[in-house]
């Protein structure tokens, strides 16, 4: 559908309607919302639906490489255990090398330690977006409802259902508002210490 | 024989959860593991731990529900608690010491200074 004023409205920049064209006018606007709508509808989920692959991909890449650590860790306890057991008889050349590269690999460990728990903030931040989604989507469609009514023809709410369509909208807001915002962190420098 | 630290680690992230462990069994603890307040709560049943490191947002039940339940215990009255959590607002710190935390770690927290922490705990 043609989402454009029409050009004759343009050039005329008034609007003279019978009540024909008012119909007409009428009918072409809820066309239009309503594929604004559907269109809505459709981003919202696909967002939704993006977001929840990109927590699976980053879980599965993040479970991934905590093994992949775990495997480094365990192999560098070997190695401090054997540069222990063998201190004696090992050449110290060879001796001094390995332990250098044993503290090379302790201090990777440390700095892999804080940049894995992405995860966990990347998923918070994830599930924060995704409520937020959820409520747009409900609020978006609640908001045009009044204006169409099932059959596709303008419709006025009044009284009861006035009343049942504001509380609808008011609930949505505050659902959004009180969507808890869990992870304020910037980068992954590590946090606060406080022992009570 | 020298006893052996159990600490249990709650979190609902399997990665946090990991990096906890790997950090607590190198300074020699044995662990015990959960992923929400009632699995840690489930995990304490008839077994005393040294330590207590848990996260704070985490379905069916959360870390200061959980420290409140800890501390209602005769078992769990002393054992110290450390919340790691990505929380940083105040009032929410408020909460996890009125709860009767012992430290609150705002994440990503690093691996020497967790354990310089926990050995302030257990001296």
Not at chain 1, 111 to 124: G, K, P, R, V, W
Not at chain 2, 6 to 30: I, P, Y
Request: proline share 4%; with cysteine; glycine share 6%.
């Amino acid at each position: 559908m043609d989402v454009h004023p029409h050009p004759s409205h343009a050039r005329a920049g008034v609007f003279q309607c019978s009540h024909a064209k008012s119909a007409e006018n009428r009918a072409r606007v809820l066309a239009l919302q309503a594929e604004v709508l559907e269109g809505l509808r459709q981003e919202f989920a696909s967002a939704q639906d993006g977001l929840a692959r990109a927590h699976r991909i980053t879980s599965e890449a993040a479970g991934r490489l905590v093994q992949a650590f775990a495997q480094m860790s365990s192999a560098v306890h070997t190695l401090d255990e054997l540069l222990e057991t063998h201190e004696s008889t090992m050449p110290a050349e060879l001796h001094g090398e390995l332990r250098a590269l044993a503290i090379m690999m302790s201090t990777t460990s440390v700095l892999a330690t804080e940049s894995l728990q992405f995860e966990d903030l990347n998923a918070q931040l994830l599930d924060e977006v995704d409520a937020r989604l959820k409520g747009l989507s409900h609020l978006s469609a609640n908001l045009a409802a009044p204006s169409i009514d099932h059959q596709g023809h303008a419709a006025c709410p009044a009284g009861a259902a006035l009343d049942a369509l504001a509380t609808t909208l008011r609930t949505g807001l505050d659902e959004l508002h009180t969507v808890k915002r869990t992870v304020l962190q910037r980068s992954l420098d590590p946090g606060e210490v406080d022992l009570f | 024989m020298a006893h052996v630290k159990t600490a249990l680690v709650v979190d609902d992230s399997s990665v946090m959860r990991e990096m906890v462990a790997q950090t607590l069994r190198k300074a020699g603890f044995e662990l015990k593991l959960g992923a929400n307040g009632q699995e840690g709560l489930d995990r304490l049943a008839g077994t005393a731990v040294d330590l207590i490191v848990t996260d704070v947002y985490m379905p069916v039940m959360d870390g200061i529900t959980f420290v409140k339940a800890v501390r209602s215990r005769p078992e769990g009255r002393k054992v110290p608690i450390l919340i790691l959590t990505t929380e940083t607002k105040p009032e929410i710190k408020q909460q996890g010491k009125a709860a009767g935390a012992s430290g609150w770690i705002v994440k990503p927290f690093n691996p020497d200074m967790l354990l310089q922490v926990v050995a302030k705990l257990l001296p």
